[in-house]
C-alpha cells in the first residue's frame, strides 16, 4: 500500500505562528488579570483552537503570580502544555488540572511534534505508547487531524505502520535548553561549512577537468588546420608538377625533311648502271 499522503497546500503556513497566533488576545488580557480571573484565563487558553505556544503567556507577571499559589494547579498544567507531553500528564495526573476532551487532544497533538524533533519517522508503536491509543484507526484520525490543525506536515506509511514527518510546529523552550539548541546549531552550521567546502572543491575540480578538456580540444583543432594546410600544399605540389610533364610531352617533333631519298632517286641510278 502507497504512503497517505496529507501534505498541505500551504507549507508555510507553520511559519507564521511566529507572528500571527490568537496567544495576543489572551497576553492582552494576562496583563489586567489577577488570581481567579488568570486561572480561568488559564483554562480558556488550552481549548482556545489555534494556541499551540504558551511561552509569551508564561512570562507574563500575572501569570507567574499564580506558581506559588491556590492556583498552582493551573499554572502547571500551564507549563505541561508549553513543554511537557500527553505522557507526563498520564504519570503525574493528580499534579495537573483534570484535562477535557479538546484539552486532551490539543497536549497529544504537542506530543507529536515533541516527537517529530527527535525523529523524523515515527512508528505507530511509539504513537501507541506516548499518546495512549489502543487502536491504530484511532491513531491515524488524530494524525490527520494534526496535520489539518499545522501540528506537522508529513503523511502516513500505513504499509511500514509509521508516520513521515516533514516539517512540525516549534514548541515553546525552556531557558535550559538554550546551551542544548545552540550545540545543534553549531552542528548544523558546521555541517553547512562541511558542504559548502566539498561544492568548492567539486567545483575546483570541475573547472580543471574544463580546462583540460579545453586545451585537449584545443590541441585537435590545431592539429587539424596542421593537417589541413599540408594536404593543401601537398595537393598544389602534385598539380603543379603534373601541369610542368603536360608541356613538355604535348607537342610532337616535326620531321625536317633531311635526310629524305627523292622520289626519282632510284631512277637515276638505274641510268648511270
Not at 552542528?187 to 575546483?204: G, K, P, T, Y
Not at 580543471?208 to 590545431?222: D, F, M, N, P, S
Amino acid at each position: 500500500m502507497n504512503p497517505m499522503s496529507m501534505d498541505r497546500d500551504e507549507p508555510s503556513s507553520l511559519l507564521s505562528y511566529s507572528t500571527n497566533h490568537p496567544l495576543e488576545q489572551f497576553v492582552l488580557l494576562a496583563k489586567g488579570a489577577k488570581g481567579f480571573a488568570c486561572a480561568e484565563l488559564i483554562k480558556q487558553v488550552l481549548e482556545a483552537p489555534g494556541v499551540h505556544v504558551f511561552g509569551e503567556l508564561l512570562e507574563m507577571p500575572n501569570i507567574k503570580e499564580l506558581e506559588n499559589g491556590p492556583y498552582a494547579t493551573h499554572y502547571k498544567t500551564l507549563n505541561l502544555f508549553a513543554y511537557g507531553t500527553y505522557k507526563e500528564y498520564l504519570e503525574n495526573k493528580s499534579e495537573y488540572l483534570e484535562l477535557t476532551p479538546v484539552q486532551c487532544k490539543k497536549l497529544q497533538h504537542l506530543t507529536i511534534a515533541t516527537l517529530a524533533t527527535q525523529e523524523k519517522c515515527i512508528p505507530y508503536s511509539v504513537l501507541l505508547k506516548e499518546l495512549d491509543i489502543k487502536n491504530v484507526r484511532d491513531l491515524e484520525d488524530l494524525i490527520i487531524e494534526a496535520i489539518y490543525a499545522d501540528i506537522i506536515h508529513g503523511k502516513l506509511d500505513q504499509e511500514c505502520k509509521r508516520v513521515e514527518v516533514d516539517v512540525a510546529l516549534g514548541r515553546d523552550a525552556r531557558l535550559e535548553d538554550a546551551s542544548a539548541i545552540a550545540d545543534v546549531l553549531a552542528d548544523w552550521c558546521n555541517a553547512c561549512e562541511a558542504v559548502l567546502n566539498s561544492v568548492d572543491r567539486h567545483i575546483q575540480r570541475a573547472n580543471h577537468h574544463k580546462q583540460k578538456a579545453l586545451r585537449h580540444q584545443q590541441g585537435i583543432e590545431q592539429e587539424i588546420m596542421y593537417i589541413k594546410k599540408t594536404l593543401k600544399t601537398q595537393a598544389e605540389n602534385d598539380e603543379s608538377a603534373s601541369g610542368g610533364g603536360t608541356e613538355t610531352h604535348s607537342a610532337p617533333k616535326k620531321n625536317s625533311g633531311k635526310g629524305k631519298t627523292p622520289r626519282n632517286a632510284a631512277k637515276f641510278w638505274q641510268k648511270n648502271t
